[in-house]
């Protein structure tokens, strides 16, 4: 069963302020990398992607951070909004063997956003 | 039509009852997958399928049981399971299987095993 007392790690920002989640990832062989959101009672969504030949990458208010040399990965959302709060995950896509890839979360971190 | 659609939204069942999800996607793609996920964990990979074909099974317990009738149809089959079984069932497919493809997901089978 799950332990008692196990929270996730959670951002609280006020409306409007930038909100920037870390996320450390564990391959260094990981080739490709994704943000998704998950609200409450939903599947998780794409947010925004980046390859390992890249070290940044900008969508609509979003930008991903990639710096190999530490394993760290960061997503920043510019003027973040009510309807951003929810979990953020980063995953990696590790080969796992005879060109299968898999998808590896990392543990999320819960953003709430005050009004 | 761009997304995954899962079937039922809930389910509760005793440990002696056989059921099956349902996950249903029409993009075209042709790798499928089943993730399980606990309240407050991140998703963890069961199941992928690639062009109807096992591709990946995670050392599932046999009483799940995953089936691929179709490119756009999966199935998750569920047997004398067992209360630490409850989770959210979650669904995804992508173009292909394999590296820089983004795999769409369901809303999720909220499942409840009494």
């Known amino acids: 069963g799950e332990s008692v007392g196990l929270h996730l790690p959670t951002l609280s920002v006020q409306e409007g302020d930038n909100s920037i989640i870390n996320c450390a990832y564990s391959n260094s062989a990981s080739d490709y990398f994704i943000w998704y959101k998950q609200e409450s009672g939903k599947g998780p969504q794409f947010i925004i992607d980046?390859?390992?030949?890249?070290d940044k990458r900008q969508g609509q208010r979003v930008t991903v951070l990639l710096n190999k040399t530490v394993k760290h990965l960061s997503l920043q959302i510019a003027a973040t909004q009510p309807g951003d709060s929810a979990v953020y995950f980063c995953?990696?896509?590790?080969?796992?063997?005879?060109?299968?890839?898999?998808?590896?979360f990392g543990k999320g971190t819960l953003l709430t956003v005050n009004p | 039509d761009t997304e995954v659609t899962q079937t039922p939204k809930h389910l509760v069942m005793g440990m002696t009852n056989k059921k099956s999800l349902k996950c249903e996607q029409h993009m075209g793609h042709r790798a499928m997958y089943w993730y399980k996920q606990k309240a407050k964990k991140p998703p963890e990979l069961m199941f992928v399928y690639s062009y109807e074909k096992l591709s990946i099974n995670e050392s599932v317990p046999s009483r799940f049981s995953p089936e691929c009738p179709n490119s756009s149809l999966l199935n998750l089959h569920l047997h004398a399971l067992q209360p630490e079984d409850s989770a959210l069932y979650l669904c995804?497919?992508?173009?292909?299987?394999?590296?820089?493809?983004?795999?769409?997901f369901g809303p999720g089978t909220r499942l409840t095993v009494l």
């Open positions: 995953a990696e896509n590790i080969d796992s063997g005879g060109s299968n890839y898999k998808l590896t």
């Open positions: 980046i390859r390992s030949n890249m």
């Open positions: 995804a497919s992508s173009q292909e299987e394999g590296l820089n493809n983004e795999q769409f």
